[in-house]
């Protein structure tokens, strides 16, 4: 059988050789890397502008940054025929095109988010390291803990207030550094297909920056969603612990801080949904105004084929609704939720709709293709491009930051 004839259906006249060959997991691989630059962003709002009020979802968003930047080559290695030539991307890095650019864009990225976090846990690596020394009968746990936090120290024990300020000094260094490093690993993404000249969808210039935009908007907003669901978690833990640990912060101390920060925060989500909106409707008006030879068949495709996509579930559900949500004054926890769920919803069918919807018509322009997500797995092939496979590559983030704050609590004061 050939990649692509498992799911995908004619319509009209379509060439022998033409199918739906990018499905969900193309469609997962921008969704997952704008995650990873949105979360940075995120957090340097915080290290590089000193937003006072983002300090503590600062930390969040840079630990949950590194959480998320393994699962962006996941949907490409699970889409891969021949996944174990994967690994010649970052072995053989070069600038000949924009997927071989990847190793170099993903490998520098990943030294200086793994660098800023170093610098901002190095006090709680030296402390960790110090207090397990201490311990004279060590368990077996203890002593594993001890060897992984002596480790992570690098040998750098002075935690004075000299080297902590020089410590700042770097974080805000890097972050800065790592801000158009974030943007260009995201836009080269939407620079792939952009560039693509055989497809009339994806071939415009504003493609890089949109999906640089639309980044932005995602990662804050599953920041956001993240760190209330992980406050939840703490108040119900503060709940049962008060009694026997007082020096615990109450369940009412950290709802007042969560309401803080998410209210702070959806005003930048604000911020970046408005640059991210203008930008997909002036790339829409762009091409109905020039109206060039394909207009015709991308017409069909936009207004009426993929009009629900398009203008009920991406503009509506997950642009205007969440808009109206985040503007409405007493942002509330719940909210907060529905709105950056939507918001999630929204980024993620803009995705679907520039991978799945560019495939969605014959280079003929006399023909249509219709992509039918596998959601039952039959075979090796239509789980890892079907829903389950897709719901493992959104799962293993979250995995990897439960994994992650065991080593860099964060919501522990590392300065």
Known sequence: MVHGEAWTLKEFFVYPNEYIYWTIQIVMYPFMTGLVAGAFVLSSLYHVFGVKQLKEIARFSL??????????MLPLMLHLQQPQRGIEVMLTPHFTSAIAAFGIVFTTYGMIVASE???????????????????????????????????????????????????????????????????????????????????????????????????????????ILTYIVTMEIRKLLARWRKQNYPELPSPDELKSAETQVVAMTARYLLMFMGAAITLELLDLVFRGYTAVKSWDILRNVIYERDFVNIFVIQYGLGNLLPFIIFL????????AVAGTMLVLLGVFMMRWNVVIGGQAFSSSFSGFMHYTLPIWPHSM???????????????????LFWVLNKVMPVFKETH
């Open 328 to 335: 409405m004054p007493r942002l509330t926890i719940r909210r």
């Open 117 to 223: 976090l170093w610098f901002v846990y190095r006090r709680h690596f030296v402390e960790s390291a110090l207090a397990l020394r201490a311990i004279a009968q060590r368990s077996p746990g203890q002593q594993l803990a001890h060897l992984l936090f002596s480790a992570l120290t690098l040998g750098a024990m002075d935690i004075g207030e000299d080297a902590l300020e020089a410590d700042e000094r770097a974080v805000k260094k890097l972050a800065g550094a790592g801000i158009p490093v974030a943007c260009f690993l995201h836009g080269y993404a939407g620079f792939i297909f952009g560039s693509v000249k055989a497809n009339a969808l994806w071939m415009t210039p504003l493609m890089p920056v949109i999906f640089i935009c639309s980044a932005v908007v995602s990662g804050i907003a599953l920041c």
């Open 63 to 72: 630990v949950f940054s590194f959480a998320l930047l393994p699962v962006a």
């Open 381 to 399: 092939e239509t789980f890892k491009e079907g829903f389950f496979g897709a719901a493992m590559v959104g799962l293993v983030p979250f995995f």
